[in-house]
C-alpha cells in the first residue's frame, strides 16, 4: 500500500477522463453542427483552439480537484466523498468554462447554451466517476482481501482497550490489530498478545509496520496521556486516543465509523479537505509574490544589515514543525554574533543582545520576511502556531502536556497567539500563547486566517511588533 502510487493513479485517470470528456465532447458539437441531428441546433462551446484545449482542459481540471481537497487522503475516501466530490467539481469547471472562457462567443439562444452546458457537465461527472470508481474498487478489494491492511497498535491493556480492540476485529476491517502495548496499568487482554512496553515502542512500530496507533488508557491522567502522543509523533503515524468530557463538548471527538467508539484524532486536521488544500495553495502562490515584490527591500536590509555588525546576514534556528519534526526557520539576523553561546535564551524588548538595527526589524517585524521561504518549501504556513525550539518545548510539556497537539498543523509565520502575547520572553507567556494557539487550531477556518493576517499587517504597520 503506497499512498503516493494511489495518489498519482487518481491524477492520471483524472487527466485522462478530462482528456476523453473534451474530445468527445468536440465531436459531439462538431456533429451537431455539420450534421444537424437537432434541426441545425448550435451547441455552444468557448471558441478557442481545440487541440490547445485538449492539453488546457486536463490541466484545469486536475487543479481544481486539487483545491477541491480530492487528493489529500485518498485512501480514506469513501464512496459517498467520491460521487460529492465528483458531483460538485464537475459542475464548478463546467460553469467556469461556459461563463469565462465564452467571452467573445457569438450570443446563442438561452435554451441551447444550457442544454449544451448540461452536455458538457453529464459527460464530465460520469467519465471522471467511473474511472475513479476503478480506483476506488480496487482499494475496496485490496483491503477486503486482506492483499492491503492498516496495522493498528493499541497502547493500554484495560478494560476500554479491551473493548477497542473488539471494536476492530468486528467493524474495522480495514485494520489489523497487531497487538497491545503495556503501560503499567491493569492486565485485561491477552498476555500473548502483548508486544512490549513504551520503552521498546521504536522497535515494535518498525518491527510490524504500524500505520495507526490508539492510545486507550483506563482513568489516565492527561499528563500520561500526552507523554505517550508526545513519543508517537515522530513514527509519521496515525494518533488516536479515547476523548475525554472536554474532546466530546467541543466537537473533537469523530466518529470514523458508527460502529466504533468516537477518538480523537491527533493527526488530522480540524480543517476541511478543500480548505486545507486552498490554505497551503494560498501560502505558495502568496509567499512567491511576497518574496518578488519585497525583494529589493531584501537587499536593502540584507545590506544594512551587514553594515550595522559583524556577522551572517541571515540566521538559521531548529525549530519543531508539524508531526514534531525539526527544520531550520529562516530570519534576519537581529543579535551580535554569539549571544547566545550555545545556551538558550529568551529574548526581550530591552535585550542587550539585540542590534539597533536589529530593533527595527523586531519592532516592524521585518526579520521574519525570509520566512516566506520557509513557507514555500512546506515547512511553515502563513498563518499556524509560532514554532519553538525543543529546549523550550520540554519545559512546557511540564505544565502543559497538551503542546503535542499543535503538531498536527505547520507552524506559522503569524497567529492568533503571537497576535495576542507579542514576544513571549518567559515560559508562562509560552505557555500562555499556547493556549491561543490551542483555539485557533480548533477553530481553523480560511476566514479566521485571513482575519489574523489582517490584524498582523495592523501590527506591522504600527510598529507593536516587540
Given at each position: 500500500m503506497n499512498k503516493n502510487t494511489i495518489f498519482r493513479k487518481y491524477i492520471l485517470f483524472d487527466m485522462m477522463a478530462a482528456f476523453i470528456v473534451w474530445f468527445g465532447f468536440v465531436i459531439f458539437r462538431k456533429a451537431v453542427n455539420d450534421i444537424e441531428i437537432f434541426d441545425s441546433m448550435r451547441i455552444l462551446i468557448p471558441k478557442f483552439n481545440y487541440f490547445s484545449s485538449l492539453i488546457l482542459f486536463p490541466i484545469v481540471c486536475v487543479f481544481v480537484y486539487y483545491l477541491s481537497g480530492f487528493y489529500l487522503s485518498p485512501i480514506k475516501k469513501t464512496k459517498i466523498s467520491l460521487v460529492f466530490n465528483t458531483l460538485s467539481?464537475?459542475?464548478?469547471?463546467?460553469?467556469?468554462?461556459?461563463?469565462?472562457?465564452?467571452?467573445?462567443?457569438?450570443?446563442?439562444?438561452?435554451?441551447?447554451?444550457?442544454?449544451?452546458?448540461?452536455?458538457?457537465?453529464?459527460?464530465?461527472?460520469?467519465?471522471?466517476?467511473?474511472?475513479?470508481?476503478i480506483i476506488f474498487t480496487q482499494i475496496q478489494n485490496n483491503f477486503k482481501t486482506k492483499k492491503w491492511t492498516i496495522n493498528t497498535l493499541i497502547i493500554g491493556t484495560g478494560e476500554n482497550a479491551k473493548k477497542i480492540a473488539a471494536d476492530i476485529h468486528e467493524f474495522a476491517p480495514r485494520n489489523t490489530l497487531v497487538g497491545f502495548i503495556s503501560t503499567n496499568q491493569h492486565i485485561l487482554v491477552p498476555k500473548d498478545e502483548i508486544l512490549g512496553n513504551m520503552s521498546q515502542i521504536s522497535e515494535i512500530i518498525e518491527k510490524y509496520d504500524i500505520k495507526e496507533s490508539?492510545?486507550?488508557?483506563?482513568?489516565?491522567?492527561?499528563?500520561?496521556?500526552?507523554?505517550?502522543?508526545?513519543?508517537?509523533?515522530?513514527?509519521?503515524?496515525?494518533?488516536?486516543?479515547?476523548?475525554?468530557?472536554?474532546?466530546?463538548?467541543?466537537?473533537?471527538?469523530?466518529?470514523?465509523?458508527?460502529?466504533?467508539?468516537?477518538?480523537?484524532?491527533?493527526?488530522?486536521?480540524?480543517?476541511?479537505?478543500?480548505?486545507?488544500?486552498?490554505?497551503?495553495?494560498?501560502?505558495?502562490?502568496?509567499?512567491?509574490?511576497?518574496?518578488?515584490?519585497?525583494?529589493?527591500?531584501?537587499?536593502?536590509?540584507?545590506?544594512?544589515?551587514?553594515?550595522?555588525?559583524?556577522?551572517?546576514?541571515?540566521?538559521?534556528?531548529?525549530?519543531?514543525?508539524?508531526?514534531?519534526?525539526?527544520?531550520?526557520?529562516?530570519?534576519?539576523?537581529?543579535?551580535?554574533?554569539?549571544?547566545?553561546?550555545?545556551?538558550?535564551?529568551?529574548?526581550?524588548?530591552?535585550?542587550?543582545?539585540?542590534?539597533?538595527?536589529?530593533r527595527i526589524l523586531r519592532k516592524y517585524r521585518l526579520d521574519e520576511?525570509?520566512?516566506?521561504?520557509?513557507?514555500?518549501?512546506?515547512?511553515?504556513?502563513?498563518?499556524?502556531?509560532?514554532?519553538?525550539?525543543?529546549?523550550?518545548?520540554?519545559?512546557?510539556?511540564?505544565?502543559?502536556?497538551?503542546?503535542?497537539?499543535?503538531?498536527?498543523?505547520?507552524?506559522?509565520?503569524?497567529?492568533?497567539?503571537?497576535?495576542?502575547?507579542?514576544?513571549?520572553?518567559?515560559?508562562?507567556?509560552?505557555?500562555?500563547?499556547?493556549?491561543?494557539?490551542?483555539?485557533?487550531?480548533?477553530?481553523?477556518?480560511?476566514?479566521?486566517?485571513?482575519?489574523i493576517m489582517i490584524y498582523t499587517i495592523e501590527i506591522i504597520f504600527k510598529g507593536k511588533g516587540v
Open positions: 467539481t464537475s459542475i464548478i469547471i463546467s460553469i467556469s468554462v461556459f461563463f469565462i472562457l465564452k467571452l467573445g462567443d457569438v450570443l446563442v439562444s438561452y435554451k441551447y447554451f444550457y442544454f449544451s452546458l448540461l452536455v458538457l457537465f453529464s459527460l464530465l461527472f460520469f467519465v471522471t466517476f467511473i474511472l475513479r470508481n490508539y492510545v486507550i488508557l483506563d482513568n489516565a491522567e492527561d499528563y500520561q496521556i500526552f507523554n505517550i502522543i508526545n513519543s508517537l509523533y515522530k513514527f509519521n503515524i496515525d494518533i488516536r486516543f479515547t476523548p475525554r468530557l472536554y474532546e466530546i463538548l467541543t466537537g473533537s471527538a469523530k466518529i470514523a465509523k458508527l460502529e466504533l467508539n468516537p477518538l480523537v484524532s491527533i493527526t488530522d486536521s480540524s480543517m476541511p479537505d478543500w480548505q486545507a488544500s486552498l490554505k497551503r495553495f494560498s501560502d505558495i502562490v502568496l509567499s512567491f509574490i511576497a518574496l518578488t515584490i519585497l525583494f529589493p527591500i531584501l537587499v536593502y536590509l540584507a545590506v544594512r544589515i551587514k553594515a550595522d555588525s559583524k556577522g551572517p546576514i541571515f540566521y538559521k534556528q531548529e525549530r519543531i514543525g508539524r508531526f514534531g519534526l525539526p527544520f531550520n526557520i529562516l530570519k534576519f539576523r537581529t543579535m551580535f554574533l554569539g549571544s547566545e553561546n550555545g545556551v538558550p535564551k529568551l529574548s526581550s524588548s530591552d535585550d542587550e543582545r539585540i542590534t539597533s538595527f536589529g520576511i525570509p520566512q516566506f521561504w520557509n513557507i514555500l518549501k512546506g515547512d511553515m504556513s502563513l498563518v499556524g502556531p509560532r514554532p519553538e525550539r525543543k529546549f523550550y518545548i520540554n519545559q512546557i510539556i511540564d505544565d502543559a502536556p497538551y503542546y503535542c497537539l499543535l503538531y498536527k498543523i505547520r507552524p506559522g509565520l503569524t497567529s492568533w497567539g503571537p497576535i495576542k502575547i507579542g514576544y513571549s520572553d518567559s515560559i508562562e507567556k509560552m505557555i500562555e500563547r499556547l493556549n491561543f494557539d490551542i483555539i485557533y487550531m480548533e477553530n481553523m477556518s480560511l476566514l479566521t486566517d485571513i482575519k
